[in-house]
């Protein structure tokens, strides 16, 4: 069983849409995030959550919008794409925030997303 | 100043010898560090975590942290092949709702 699943895998479009990035886990974990690995591979956080509520909002465009319908699952979605927003999209998630081991965080196998 | 800093690589290092990964960081309230692996294509996965100074071993893994200092280390024994992928450094407070931050990576080839 995956502990932390994304869809989709892959995902081309084109410039001005609007798509959606889904992340389920099913580790019983209370928090999860969103990062973004750029070409270069510089892996930073975009949003977290724990138990539902939104405790990290990086500096992120307005036009990205995260949303947890229940503490397993964290979407992501993305409106009017831009060139820049091509990516790698990984989401984790960890036990809790209470600190050391608790907090060691578990990423999912990536959405590879290409704005053309 | 970049929060944590990583020699970006490639570090090349024959198979069998011991390959020495750095990272130092800038925040001294960081309490939790961690290493992860991540081969191309793939997701970061978790290889080592320190809190304390001193070092940690897991099996051919240790992981060295210097809080004084503000730098952690991972020594790799034996390097095998399989160890060829980017190792990053992770970094965060304890304080509650604090993010982790990562390095930008160090390339590591073994070379057989």
């Known amino acids: 069983d995956t502990a932390v699943s994304q869809t989709p895998k892959y995902l081309v479009t084109q410039m001005g849409n609007d798509k959606s990035i889904k992340c389920e886990q099913n580790?019983?974990?209370?928090?999860m995030y969103w990062y973004k690995q750029d070409s270069k591979k510089f892996l930073k956080i975009m949003f977290s959550?724990?138990?539902?509520?939104?405790?990290i909002n990086e500096t992120v465009p307005n036009r990205f919008s995260p949303k947890s319908p229940d503490k397993a699952h964290l979407n992501l979605h993305i409106n009017s794409l831009e060139l820049g927003d091509s990516a790698v999209y990984f989401c984790?998630?960890?036990?809790?925030?209470?600190?050391?081991?608790?907090?060691?965080?578990?990423f999912g196998p990536g959405t590879r997303l290409l704005v053309l | 100043q970049k929060e944590v800093e990583q020699n970006s690589g490639p570090l090349s290092v024959p198979e069998g010898a011991i390959a020495s990964l750095n990272c130092t960081y800038s925040?001294?309230?960081?309490?939790?560090f961690f290493w992860y692996r991540q081969y191309s294509g793939k997701s970061p996965e978790l290889i080592m975590s320190?809190?304390?100074?001193g070092d940690k071993e897991d099996g051919r893994f240790t992981a060295q942290l210097n809080k004084a200092s503000q730098y952690v280390s991972l020594l790799i024994r034996d390097s095998q092949p399989s160890d060829s992928a980017t190792y990053l450094c992770?970094?965060?407070?304890?304080?509650?709702?604090?993010?982790?931050?990562f390095g930008t990576g160090t390339r590591l080839t073994i070379i057989p």
């Open positions: 984790a998630s960890s036990q809790d925030l209470s600190g050391g081991a608790k907090e060691t965080q578990y």
């Open positions: 580790l019983g974990h209370d928090t």
């Open positions: 959550y724990n138990n539902k509520e939104l405790i």
């Open positions: 925040d001294r309230v960081s309490q939790s």
């Open positions: 320190i809190y304390s100074n």
């Open positions: 992770a970094v965060k407070s304890d304080f509650g709702n604090e993010k982790l931050t």
